[in-house]
């Protein structure tokens, strides 16, 4: 038996109760978009529901540690196609048993779900490294991203204490959404670029005149504080993969 | 102006850049005033520089004017670099615009000693201050602590930083004195034992007054550089063990030495700086801090020297063989720990799995053991059987056989025989 979701969260923990519901016997959990009708296996679409949704998360939360918990919401996060179908498993399996065996890493279900956790908790440190914001003329901090994983949600709090006293933006250009600061909360907001406006680097005419001396500070500071003779370029790159350098001011 | 303050900056960071402590972990500070900068509990990196090191602070000297001159440093004062001193507000702005900016997590702020002591340490706390009252910054502050200042200044300092440091500089008394004859120890031990009981008092006082301000939250550190003397490895990790004991350091850093002057008592200029042993010193640092390893353990009258192929741990696990094989299955948390291949993450992992049942060699890979390494030192529920007992020394010529280390294949001292 295959389940069809639509990929959010509600869908998946939807599924959750109908697996228990229906008792459908094993049942596979796959993404609508990544799902591919075939003759053998009987499939059903899951509609999500709020309320039922509602329940399993409730239910969850108290056969799970917060530690347990974070770890299954960063799982849904990675947005990886075969890590719904694990958090499908290991919720099962997490109801089955008694509290506490979300520690059994013998299981593959808990040691799959340890292993995405981990990778979106390293790209919302990453983000939260390697963002590099950019004073616009009318004083907002702009920062565009596009993170592997869908981790503006996690980093939210961390800007939002850290700059308290600044307005700012983060756009993650992937998933056409970002976070905005405004002095009081943040809010997510939708942005609509022109066709010829570069994301990620916007236009230094529409900078603080400020900005463009302290990205050669920066890029100073950065040249000056390295050591030539213990260079180990493999290091540095194992540190900052190339896939960052696009945002960081000093590698430009 | 703007060519000033570069010049200025490219000048102070560079003289800078030898003290390698850049960690901003440990911070308290809650941006609970509605300003700029909040901490983050384990630090973070923004960008590593070309030679591998994290970039997590605004490293800078107030000034590299100096009265001493210590044959190791850059700034030393018969050395002919280019001199210059930033002011109060020079650093204030770059400290805020760089954290604005995500660029940093703080700033590190040391100096070389112009005048005396005392002149120095009040501009240093004229910066913090500034920063803390004037601009409601509650971003990382690492401040060096200038040996010889009152008690009074550093105490009001100690109000201000997360961290303050002090360098040891040379691991034994006879290197110092061999290169810096106007230093001694004591003149660090002295202000170190001072900012560590006044941390204590102020944790006690915590306990009764519930608003009490902070007192350098993120602790002490120090810093030793080796290779530019002839210490052994014995001298250098017994002063650091003395060191976390006696004085609650949070860290010890262990700088190998880039040759920096034409000196004829230490390494002449182009000399590689001793990369690979500074990786064991800090190898061997962590064995003592997260494994439970004794100093005496690993480096003694018969092992005054680290081994270069292979890393500590390895090491005391091949010369004490007698203690394996461990059944992971069985063994305590802290035994599990001194398996070579298992570190804190799986050790950890390993004992909250086997409640749900005997594991296996698959499970052991899939926690994240590193099974190639671990597998000579270790029984699971389907370990293969073994007829043979296997030296300690073949255990080690097996291992290296399939992982060669990543050092040894650019290793300049090493001769190409074909």
């Given amino acids: 038996m295959i389940y069809v979701f639509d990929a959010s969260l509600t869908g998946l923990l939807t599924a959750i109760f109908e697996c228990f519901e229906r008792k459908n016997g094993t049942v596979t959990l796959i993404a609508e978009k990544y799902h591919q009708p075939d003759a053998f296996n009987e499939s059903l679409y899951v509609y999500s529901d709020e309320q039922k949704a509602e329940r399993v998360w409730l239910a969850l939360q108290k056969k799970l540690s917060p530690i347990g918990l974070r770890k299954f919401y960063c799982g849904y996060l990675s947005e990886i196609p075969e890590a719904y179908n694990h958090l499908f498993q290991y919720s099962i399996y997490i109801f089955k048993n008694s509290f506490g065996a979300e520690n059994n890493y013998g299981n593959a279900h808990v040691t799959a779900l340890s292993k995405y956790a981990k990778s979106v908790e390293r790209e919302k440190h990453r983000m939260e490294a390697f963002i590099r914001f950019q004073q616009t003329a009318d004083g907002i901090f702009y920062a565009g991203i596009d993170p592997d994983f869908n981790v503006l949600p996690l980093i939210s709090n961390h800007f939002k204490n850290r700059y308290a006293d600044q307005r700012w933006i983060i756009y993650d250009l992937k998933r056409g959404y970002g976070l905005h600061y405004d002095l009081n909360k943040v809010e ?22 400020k900005e463009a001396l302290y990205s050669i500070l920066w890029k100073d500071y950065f040249k000056s504080t390295n050591i030539p003779a213990r260079k180990n370029t493999k290091l540095h790159v194992q540190h900052v993969p190339k896939r960052y350098w696009k945002y960081l001011t000093e590698k430009q | 102006m703007f060519d000033r303050i570069r ?61 001493y001159d210590c044959a190791f ?23 805020m615009n760089f954290y604005r900016r995500n660029y940093i997590e703080g700033l590190f702020l040391s100096s070389g000693i112009f005048k005396n002591a005392d002149f120095t340490m009040e501009r240093l706390l004229l910066v913090v201050k500034k920063l803390r009252l004037e601009q409601r910054y509650n971003g990382y502050i690492h401040l060096k602590t200038i040996p010889g200042a009152s008690d009074e200044l550093i105490k009001e300092a100690g109000l201000y930083a997360d961290r303050m440091s ?40 915590k306990k009764l007054i519930k608003h009490i301000p902070k007192f350098v939250p993120a602790g002490q550190s120090t810093q030793m550089v080796v290779g530019a003397t002839s210490e052994s490895d014995k001298d250098v990790m017994y002063m650091a063990s003395a060191f976390y004991k006696n004085f609650a350091l949070k860290r010890v850093y262990y700088s190998g030495y880039v040759p920096i002057s034409h000196d004829t008592r230490m390494p002449v200029i182009g000399t590689q700086p001793p990369l690979l042993r500074e990786n064991r010193l800090y190898q061997t640092d962590w064995l003592m801090r997260f494994y439970g390893f004794k100093i005496q353990e690993i480096l003694n009258d018969a092992n005054p020297n680290l081994d270069i192929d292979i890393d500590p741990k390895l090491s005391w696990a091949i010369r004490n063989m007698q203690h394996f094989p461990v059944d992971v299955n069985k063994a305590e948390y802290a035994m599990i720990l001194r398996i070579p291949g298992i570190g804190v993450t799986s050790a950890k992992k390993i004992v909250q799995a086997r409640k749900f049942g005997r594991l ?44 060669p280390s990543k050092y040894l294949k650019t290793d300049s001292n090493q001769l190409i025989l074909f």
């Fill in chain 1, 188 to 209: 997510e907001m939708t942005l609509s670029f022109s066709a010829e406006t570069n994301k990620a680097k916007p236009v230094l005419a529409a900078m603080d005149e």
């Fill in chain 2, 7 to 67: 010049e200025k900056l490219n000048v102070l960071a560079d003289a800078a850049k030898y003290d390698v402590s850049c960690s901003s972990s440990g911070g308290t500070r809650k941006n609970d005033n509605k300003g700029l900068g909040d901490s983050h509990s384990s630090g973070i990196c923004h960008t590593y520089t070309e030679d591998g090191r994290c970039v997590s602070l605004l490293k800078i000297l107030l000034t590299n004017h100096c009265i």
């Fill in chain 2, 73 to 95: 440093c850059v700034s030393r004062k018969s050395n002919d670099v280019k001199r210059a001193a930033f002011t109060v507000d020079e650093v204030v702005e770059l400290t």
């Fill in chain 2, 166 to 205: 002090i360098n040891l500089e040379m691991p034994t008394e006879a290197g110092l004195k061999l290169l810096a004859p106007e230093k001694s120890h004591a003149d660090v031990i002295k202000p170190l034992s001072f900012v560590q009981q006044h941390i204590v008092q102020f944790a006690e006082d």
């Fill in chain 2, 360 to 403: 296996r060699i698959d499970q052991l890979k899939k926690i994240g053991v590193a099974y190639n390494r671990a597998k000579h030192f270790i029984i699971c529920a389907d370990s293969p059987y073994q007829i043979k007992d296997y030296q300690g020394t073949q255990i080690k010529a097996f291992i290296l056989a399939e992982s």
